[in-house]
């Protein structure tokens, strides 16, 4: 895994204590795993956004544009989702489609990280089952996260370019992408530049 230091997480948990402190250390750890598409990209580790800032920002995002955008869904459970939905990055570690990566495989290892983090919670089954159900992304609730999930990774792409690192296009043609919802894109379309054709047919 790429970390920003080598904290050894078995030094921090033990058999016996709480199933709640254990599990906020294990997920502390996202602060610690970098976003590896950025670092693969070129974004030097002093500036790289880690997967704990990613989620943070999906769940801003999520609280932010709900209200206008989905005030129909549960806004408790978009946001647990948020926040979860990358979890199992823990133990698994960040795996881009450049590590090429089998999906079921990348699946399973995520799955059994949320799992053996989340199964011994008091809510450990409801959470689980949230997870899941943002893996599966059926629910509206799972559709709008998957498309603050993208929109997050753009608007940090439009971060990264104001700072002055390049070769960035790809990340801003899969944001866009990643939003199906019509309104949301022209939402962004000013602040995600994108330059095909084929990007900007479907805003």
């Not at 699946?107 to 809510?123: C, D, F, K």
């Not at 959470?127 to 893996?135: A, G, K, P, R, S």
């Not at 990340?171 to 054709?197: E, T």
């Amino acid at each position: 895994m790429d970390t920003k230091s080598q904290v050894a997480i078995d030094k921090l948990i033990s058999a016996d204590i709480e199933p709640t402190v254990r599990a906020w250390f294990e997920i502390n750890q996202l602060k610690n795993l970098f976003r590896r598409g950025w670092l693969q990209a070129g974004i030097p580790a002093e500036s790289c956004e880690s997967v704990a800032e990613h989620s943070f920002g999906v769940a801003t995002l999520c609280i932010l544009l709900l209200p206008e955008f989905a005030p129909q869904l549960d806004v408790e459970r978009v946001v647990i989702m948020a926040l979860l939905h990358d979890v199992g990055e823990v133990y698994a570690g960040d795996i881009t489609p450049q590590d090429g990566l089998d999906e079921h495989v990348k699946l399973v290892a995520e799955m059994e990280s949320v799992t053996s983090i989340l199964n011994n919670l008091p809510v450990g089954q409801e959470y689980l089952q949230i997870w899941n159900e943002f893996e599966v992304g059926e629910t509206p609730e799972a559709q709008f996260v998957h498309q603050m999930d993208r929109l997050e990774m753009g608007l940090q792409a439009r971060v990264y370019t104001e700072q002055g690192y390049c070769d960035l296009e790809h990340f801003y043609h899969s944001a866009i992408q990643g939003i199906s919802d019509k309104v949301l894109r022209n939402l962004v379309g000013d602040v995600i530049p994108v330059d095909s054709d084929a990007d900007r047919s479907i805003r």
